[in-house]
């Protein structure tokens, strides 16, 4: 049967469905959980009754009375292995008429693409561009009219073989669609295609550029999702600036979540979007995190942007449906738990031990972080009050690897436990808020003042609690540790990134005992010295030099101070940074001030601290505010943003990617960044070899960074990565050489 014969079935079928489901209630109720089933039910049965692939001879090109739908490719270098193409569908809608997103709405099915290519091709998804929302009486639909196009990113892999015979290869694709006005028409069509191999396929690049002018782009900002009752409130951050105070279009990709045809309410607060979205009574589905797409615009000028908000709060409970025969409703509940995700598994125990090995190593060489060494600083002086105190020392030690094991355990636990509750976090995640950064720049400047000899602890505190120093020393040990581990545990030191990576696909058990093995891997020098008695013997004897050393280790508190000031600043801006040092400067003031005899003491603490209380209230909002991100670019302009999707995007042009993942609080980050990375004969040998450079600043908390981290086996930066098109990703070593990158170019 022709195009016209089987649209004539699906409008019937759609017709009466449509009659069928309104005429009653119950089913009017159930609609958003059977809308797909019932939509898919009619492409069914229309392809039992009509003959479901036209007889005449297949083509680029399919029309029906309803739609003109045409394949196309975009290979304007040809299929040479290693290059990535495009291939896609454009339908061009009659009026009134339209397709479907994918996530649909109310109703409707996306468009389905099956590919038949040559062997060494491999299709992507589909690159979604960015939809239009359809009221259809009482529903809304989220899709497509006029003219779209579907556009897929296809590899062309190694294993590609050009024919023998002639210069170009069959492309086929077998589409399925719905396309509806008031009544839905299920159609399909095969189409075939020859692409030539070795010429320039580039007839429909406007067509393509279009799509990807207006596809969504990757969002800078902040988004989240807090669940208020029988709604969602929405906040976004960091949109641009054209579209502040603007009407903006709300899309989740999550379907069967909110009543996507009821009202809801916008508004803009200080450069915040704003959202209030009834929820569906009778959702399918209740994720952690909801991808988002926002629009604005008409027509060409019309622009998306893509991001992923984490949800917090409890969803309520789904309203029971009325009617439903129990076998029915038992296999929607078996739905239901099928779809839930499995628990993690273990691994073998070589997997493990060879985890637990580079667990060890690397939280030894956590020793060597710059950031560390202030507090190994107070190790040592310890060492040295001790020196003749053997067992002081093995008390020391094992009191210090106590902190330092706790700690990295804390830290697994919680990252272990807001990850199951849906946060996208990774390691160093405590370093990726600006609250505890500024926190430990207080802690840093209370104990630099400490050790530059301003004030002794004894002057503020009980005397209990100032003699407990003394009474227990291993306490003070066992702080000390806890201190390391929070400065050391933001960066990932070589041997440790695999290791993470695969702690989160592991049971809690294991998990938590690779996050303890990198603790004691960081305490095992100093344990090792406080057992060995030669350590102690060789080490000077306690004498006046000690202040004068005590006094010179405050400085590199201080330095300390200075990075957490700057790491502030890459959250926060300037005004952050600023604010911060305000109200240290306000803080040191304050504990001057106690330390004065009479009643200077009295009066100075007084007008110190309600100066500082002052600063705290006006500068100290201006710490958290967060930073809205910009395109990240060198002087030279060779660094560029990473976003999702742009390295599939840059992959497809050809042209191979180097992606620098980075924070601004990881110190190895940016001794890398000032070495290797600003290296000025391996930047031109990059751009000699045309490798488009992307920086992910993991700076503050970034889900889609986190998703990319994961897909690559890791959790934590730096990390590295040089991919070529058809080749799989490469990842390179966390303490970067220029060597090791010009090795891993000589082989791409």
Same mark, same amino acid.
């Given at each position: 049967?022709?195009? /016209? *014969?089987?649209?004539?079935?699906?409008?019937?079928?759609?017709?009466?469905?449509?009659?069928?489901?309104?005429?009653?209630?119950?089913?009017?109720?159930?609609?958003?959980?059977?809308?797909?089933?019932? %939509?898919?039910?009619?492409? %069914?049965?229309?392809?039992?009754?009509?003959? %479901?692939?036209?007889?005449?001879?297949? /083509?680029?090109?399919?029309?029906?009375?309803?739609?003109?739908?045409?394949?196309?490719?975009?290979?304007?270098?040809?299929?040479?292995?290693?290059?990535?193409?495009?291939? #896609?569908?454009?339908?061009?809608?009659?009026?009134?008429?339209?397709?479907?997103?994918?996530?649909?709405?109310?109703?409707?099915?996306?468009?389905?693409?099956?590919?038949?290519?040559?062997?060494?091709?491999?299709?992507?998804?589909?690159?979604?561009?960015?939809?239009?929302?359809?009221?259809?009486?009482?529903?809304?639909?989220?899709?497509?009219?006029?003219?779209?196009?579907?556009?897929?990113?296809?590899?062309?892999?190694?294993?590609?073989?050009?024919? $023998?015979?002639?210069?170009?290869?069959?492309?086929?694709?077998?589409?399925?669609?719905?396309?509806?006005?008031?009544?839905?028409?299920?159609?399909?069509?095969?189409?075939?295609?020859? =692409?030539?191999?070795?010429?320039?396929?580039?007839?429909?690049?406007?067509?393509?550029?279009?799509?990807?002018?207006?596809?969504?782009?990757?969002?800078?900002?902040?988004?989240?999702?807090?669940?208020?009752?029988?709604?969602?409130?929405?906040?976004?951050?960091?949109?641009?600036?054209?579209?502040?105070?603007?009407? $903006?279009?709300?899309?989740?990709?999550?379907?069967?979540?909110?009543?996507? &045809?009821?009202?809801?309410?916008?508004? !803009?607060?200080? #450069?915040?979007?704003?959202?209030?979205?009834?929820?569906?009574?009778?959702?399918?589905?209740?994720?952690? =995190?909801?991808?988002?797409?926002?629009?604005?615009?008409?027509?060409?000028?019309?622009? /998306?942007?893509?991001?992923?908000?984490?949800?917090?709060?409890?969803?309520?409970?789904?309203?029971?449906?009325?009617?439903?025969?129990?076998?029915?409703?038992?296999?929607?509940?078996?739905?239901?738990?099928?779809?839930?995700?499995?628990?993690?598994?273990?691994?073998?125990?070589?997997?493990?031990?060879?985890?637990? &090995?580079?667990?060890?190593?690397?939280?030894?060489? $956590?020793?060597?972080?710059?950031?560390?060494?202030?507090?190994?600083?107070?190790?040592?002086?310890?060492?040295?009050?001790?020196?003749?105190?053997?067992? *002081?020392?093995?008390?020391?030690?094992?009191?210090?690897?106590?902190?330092?094991?706790?700690?990295?355990?804390?830290?697994?636990?919680?990252?272990?436990?807001?990850?199951?509750?849906?946060?996208?976090? /990774?390691?160093?995640?405590?370093?990726?808020?600006?609250?505890?950064?500024?926190?430990?720049?207080?802690?840093?400047?209370?104990?630099?003042?400490?050790?530059?000899?301003?004030?002794?602890? #004894?002057?503020?505190?009980?005397?209990?609690?100032?003699?407990?120093?003394?009474?227990?020393?291993?306490?003070?040990?066992?702080?000390?540790?806890?201190?390391?581990?929070?400065?050391?545990?933001?960066?990932?030191?070589?041997?440790?990134?695999?290791?993470?990576?695969?702690?989160?696909?592991?049971?809690?058990?294991?998990?938590?005992?690779?996050?303890?093995?990198? *603790?004691?891997?960081?305490?095992?020098?100093? $344990?090792?010295?406080?057992?060995?008695? *030669?350590?102690?013997?060789?080490?000077?004897?306690?004498?006046? !030099?000690?202040?004068?050393?005590?006094?010179?280790?405050?400085?590199?508190?201080?330095?300390?101070?200075? !990075?957490?000031?700057?790491?502030?600043?890459?959250?926060?801006?300037?005004?952050?940074?600023?604010?911060?040092?305000?109200?240290?400067?306000?803080?040191?003031?304050?504990? !001057?001030?106690?330390?004065?005899p009479g009643r200077a003491r009295s009066l100075l603490a007084t007008v110190s601290g309600v100066a500082l209380g002052?600063?705290?209230?006006?500068?100290?909002?201006?710490?958290?505010?967060?930073?809205?991100?910009?395109? =990240?670019?060198?002087?030279?302009?060779?660094?560029?943003?990473?976003?999702?999707?742009?390295?599939?995007?840059?992959?497809?042009? #050809?042209?191979?990617?180097?992606?620098?993942?980075?924070?601004?609080?990881?110190?190895?980050?940016?001794?890398?960044?000032?070495?290797?990375?600003?290296?000025?004969?391996?930047?031109?040998?990059?751009?000699?070899?045309?490798?488009?450079?992307?920086?992910?600043?993991?700076?503050?908390?970034?889900?889609?960074?986190?998703?990319?981290?994961?897909?690559?086996?890791?959790?934590?930066?730096?990390?590295?990565?040089?991919?070529?098109?058809?080749?799989?990703?490469?990842?390179?070593?966390?303490?970067?050489?220029?060597?090791?990158?010009?090795?891993?170019?000589?082989?791409?």
């Amino acid at each position: 049967m022709s195009q /016209g *014969g089987r649209a004539k079935c699906g409008a019937f079928l759609g017709l009466n469905f449509a009659h069928w489901r309104d005429s009653h209630p119950a089913m009017t109720r159930f609609h958003a959980l059977t809308s797909s089933t019932a %939509a898919a039910f009619l492409m %069914a049965a229309c392809a039992l009754f009509t003959n %479901a692939h036209a007889q005449s001879p297949a /083509g680029p090109v399919v029309s029906t009375d309803q739609v003109r739908a045409e394949l196309m490719v975009h290979a304007p270098d040809g299929l040479d292995p290693g290059k990535t193409v495009w291939l #896609g569908l454009q339908l061009a809608h009659q009026p009134h008429w339209h397709t479907y997103w994918k996530n649909p709405g109310d109703s409707g099915l996306p468009t389905v693409l099956q590919w038949t290519l040559p062997a060494g091709m491999v299709a992507g998804e589909i690159a979604w561009p960015t939809p239009k929302k359809i009221p259809i009486g009482n529903l809304a639909n989220y899709g497509y009219e006029d003219t779209v196009l579907l556009p897929v990113p296809v590899t062309i892999t190694p294993d590609f073989k050009p024919p $023998l015979i002639g210069g170009s290869v069959p492309i086929k694709l077998k589409a399925s669609w719905l396309i509806c006005r008031k009544e839905c028409i299920p159609q399909d069509g095969e189409f075939v295609l020859s =692409v030539a191999v070795r010429g320039s396929t580039a007839l429909n690049a406007a067509a393509f550029e279009a799509t990807w002018k207006g596809s969504p782009k990757a969002l800078a900002g902040e988004s989240k999702v807090e669940l208020d009752g029988n709604a969602i409130k929405v906040s976004v951050t960091g949109l641009p600036a054209g579209w502040q105070g603007k009407t $903006l279009d709300f899309f989740p990709e999550t379907p069967e979540v909110i009543e996507t &045809a009821a009202a809801w309410t916008q508004a !803009w607060q200080d #450069g915040v979007w704003t959202a209030q979205v009834p929820l569906s009574a009778y959702r399918a589905q209740s994720p952690t =995190v909801m991808p988002l797409v926002l629009a604005w615009g008409e027509a060409a000028q019309r622009a /998306g942007l893509a991001t992923s908000a984490k949800v917090s709060g409890v969803w309520p409970k789904v309203a029971p449906l009325e009617g439903l025969a129990p076998g029915l409703e038992a296999a929607l509940k078996a739905n239901a738990s099928a779809a839930a995700a499995p628990p993690s598994q273990g691994v073998g125990m070589s997997v493990l031990w060879l985890a637990l &090995a580079g667990a060890l190593l690397g939280g030894m060489i $956590l020793n060597l972080m710059p950031c560390v060494f202030p507090v190994l600083a107070i190790k040592v002086m310890g060492f040295t009050k001790h020196a003749g105190d053997r067992r *002081g020392h093995r008390i020391s030690g094992f009191a210090y690897t106590l902190g330092v094991v706790l700690s990295f355990l804390a830290l697994g636990a919680l990252m272990l436990g807001l990850r199951s509750a849906g946060e996208q976090l /990774g390691w160093g995640f405590h370093l990726q808020s600006p609250g505890v950064v500024a926190a430990l720049a207080v802690l840093f400047t209370v104990i630099g003042l400490n050790l530059a000899g301003l004030f002794e602890f #004894g002057q503020f505190l009980p005397s209990r609690l100032a003699t407990l120093e003394a009474r227990n020393p291993a306490l003070n040990s066992m702080l000390t540790g806890v201190l390391a581990a929070a400065v050391a545990s933001p960066c990932t030191a070589p041997f440790m990134g695999a290791s993470l990576g695969l702690a989160l696909g592991l049971p809690a058990s294991q998990a938590l005992l690779i996050f303890a093995t990198i *603790g004691l891997g960081m305490a095992l020098p100093y $344990l090792a010295a406080s057992l060995v008695p *030669g350590v102690a013997r060789a080490l000077p004897r306690p004498g006046a !030099w000690m202040k004068t050393f005590r006094h010179a280790m405050a400085f590199p508190m201080f330095v300390t101070v200075a !990075w957490l000031v700057w790491v502030l600043g890459q959250q926060s801006g300037i005004d952050g940074a600023g604010a911060l040092l305000a109200l240290l400067v306000g803080l040191s003031m304050v504990m !001057w001030s106690l330390t004065l005899p009479g009643r200077a003491r009295s009066l100075l603490a007084t007008v110190s601290g309600v100066a500082l209380g002052l600063m705290l209230f006006t500068a100290g909002p201006y710490v958290v505010k967060p930073l809205v991100q910009e395109t =990240v670019s060198s002087p030279a302009g060779r660094w560029q943003a990473w976003e999702p999707g742009k390295v599939a995007q840059i992959l497809a042009s #050809g042209q191979p990617v180097f992606v620098d993942f980075t924070a601004a609080w990881c110190v190895t980050c940016q001794y890398n960044k000032q070495t290797t990375l600003s290296d000025v004969a391996l930047m031109a040998d990059m751009q000699a070899r045309k490798v488009v450079l992307l920086r992910a600043d993991w700076t503050r908390r970034d889900p889609a960074i986190t998703a990319a981290l994961a897909q690559l086996g890791r959790n934590g930066v730096p990390v590295y990565v040089l991919q070529a098109p058809g080749r799989a990703p490469l990842v390179l070593s966390e303490i970067l050489s220029v060597a090791e990158v010009r090795a891993a170019l000589a082989a791409m």
